[in-house]
């Protein structure tokens, strides 16, 4: 396979050998990037990737032919965090880094001491999801959730093999705790959850565990244990090969 990574990257519709760049896509395709038919891209749809050409421009889109599909990057294992929304643009920026990190879903939650209660922000939440895809060059697209309660989460945690929870002052570290194919990360807000929502956390089947010595700001905690869990995945992934 010829080097592909100077190929601008695309989202787009893929068909039977060939693919369609519309919307947002397309107008940076045409009026940021200004490229033409003839020129060579990158379109994946989150489950296939290829190198294509373009072959012809309308005003509205861009059809593309496939030269040749381009191996799938996927993070080793299926990660959720769910994580109290933290205030400000901060809630943006950590989106994005969750992302760059491999996880599979990102679940914006409200607990008591959350600060910020958001509107509807979600379709702004996943042009950065999206974005952040295209950088990083994993092949899939993490799904970000409408905002949970705490009580939501707790409900949605039957699905995972494991469930673990950043609790100020466990015993047990994030660094030495069990991990599953399908792990859940549970990260509170500043100030950390009420005493009553740490006994509902504990009792549905978490595991709590400390980030270390140093009290973290929510998007800080949510980076390091995501980052500490998927970092471990990825080892016992190459070392399995």
């Known amino acids: 396979m010829r080097w592909i990574g100077s190929f601008h990257r695309f989202f787009g519709e893929i068909y039977e050998g ?15 990037l200004r490229l033409r038919v003839g020129d060579k891209v990158r379109i994946f749809n989150g489950e296939r990737e290829f190198l294509a050409e373009i072959v012809e421009m309308e005003n509205d889109k861009a059809k593309v032919k496939f030269l040749e599909e ?14 109290s929304i933290p205030k400000g643009s901060r809630f943006d920026d950590l989106i994005e880094k969750l992302v760059e990190i491999g996880v599979s879903r990102i679940i914006p939650t409200i607990c008591e001491r959350t600060v910020k209660r958001p509107g509807e922000r979600k379709d702004r939440w996943e042009r950065i999801v999206l ?25 949605l945690s039957e699905n995972y093999d494991v469930k673990i929870a950043g609790i100020i002052g466990a015993q047990r570290n994030i660094s030495s705790c ?16 009420t005493e009553e929502e740490k006994k509902k956390i504990i009792s549905s089947g978490f595991l709590p565990v400390n980030l270390g010595g140093i009290i973290l700001r929510v998007e800080t905690a949510a980076m390091v244990s995501a980052s500490v869990i998927m970092q471990r995945a990825w080892d016992e992934s190459s070392n399995n090969r």
């Open 131 to 155: 974005s952040a895809v295209k950088q990083c060059e994993r092949s899939d697209i993490p799904e970000i959730t409408e905002p949970m309660s705490l009580n939501e989460v707790l409900k």
């Open 18 to 32: 060939f693919g369609v760049i519309g919307g947002e896509e397309f107008l940076h395709l045409r009026k940021v």
């Open 70 to 83: 381009i191996p799938k990057l996927l993070p080793p294992m299926d990660l959720a965090v769910a994580v």
């Open 178 to 193: 069990p991990y599953g194919k399908r792990t859940l990360i549970l990260i509170g807000p500043e100030g950390d959850f």
